[in-house]
């Protein structure tokens, strides 16, 4: 225990009692509204403590639900990304059923249209592109009248035709072949000229002198005098015009999207396709045949 000099216990003495006389008279000495002083002094004192003890307690409680929300909007955010990609998924797949309703429709279209024609629908079931060679593989065959060197066309054009065939498929040469080639002509003119792939998505038309007035734009169908497609045929539209040395340069748009095939139409004859007759004439029972679905 630290001693206390002689000279300052009468002072220490001395503010003791002090002290006591004060505490004393603030416990016996009432303000306005009846509160003792010694009451007022205590408040006074312990207030911003309990100040500062009650804001660190309101700081603990706000982080610690800001972390509990924080928890709960990242776990709600997880499952509203994964309902918004199963929602891309459906999406994706309804707009594909749609797409695929769309060209079956004009597939149906098409055969309506032409119900004397004897043609089969066909699905792409494979490809082969290696260089310049572009072929594809469809589900018919020799059991569905397929024969080489049948025509094979979309509604909106001409696709190439038949080179190989096996019991239940077929190989298909795309126009865009390098070794492919068939009759064809313009349709203003009638100029006649063959047309024949050289490995890109382009056409190209041959043999028209540099004379010869082709615009851009011209629409292209088929001659009939390759024996392959009937005459009139889509073809394609001349995409650009070239003079070449002896003959123009003439490349052609392919009228039908031969790099996004999924069903074709094979025509199992030469026959022209005719627009549809009125209601009114009448069909022979024998010339109409109905159209095979895609398998």
Not at 78 to 83: D, P, T
Not at 111 to 126: K, T
Not at 154 to 160: A, H, L, Q, S, Y
């Amino acid at each position: 225990m630290v001693a206390i000099p002689s000279r300052h216990r009468s002072l220490v003495l001395l503010a003791t009692v002090v002290l006591a006389q004060v505490l004393l008279l603030a416990m016996q000495i009432k303000r306005g509204d009846q509160v003792r002083l010694i009451r007022v002094w205590a408040v006074s004192v312990i207030t911003p403590a309990q100040r500062a003890v009650s804001w660190s307690i309101s700081k603990v409680q706000s982080g610690w639900r800001n972390y509990i929300g924080l928890r709960g909007s990242a776990q709600e955010n997880a499952s509203l990304r994964e309902e918004l990609n199963r929602l891309k998924l459906r999406n994706t797949e309804l707009e594909s059923r749609a797409a695929e309703a769309d060209r079956l429709a004009a597939l149906l279209g098409f055969r309506g249209s032409h119900p004397d024609v004897p043609m089969v629908v066909a699905r792409v079931i494979g490809a082969a592109a290696a260089g310049a060679s572009k072929t594809i593989y469809i589900n018919r065959g020799e059991a569905d009248g397929l024969r080489r060197n049948m025509g094979v066309i979309t509604p909106e054009g001409v696709v190439g035709k038949v080179i190989d065939v096996y019991s239940d498929t077929a190989q298909v040469q795309l126009l865009t072949d390098k070794e492919s080639g068939m009759g064809a002509l313009l349709a203003s003119s009638r100029t006649q000229s063959p047309v024949g792939g050289i490995g890109e998505p382009m056409l190209m038309m041959k043999y028209i002198t540099n004379d010869e007035k082709v615009p851009i734009g011209e629409r292209v169908m088929t001659s009939g005098l390759d024996r392959i497609f009937p005459k009139d045929l889509p073809v394609g539209t001349v995409a650009s015009t070239k003079p070449g040395n002896p003959f123009q340069e003439i490349r052609i748009r392919p009228a039908a999207r031969l790099d996004q095939l999924e069903e074709v139409i094979v025509l199992l004859s030469r026959q022209e396709l005719e627009p549809q007759k009125p209601a009114g004439d009448a069909i022979p029972r024998s010339a109409a045949k109905p159209a095979s679905a895609p398998r």
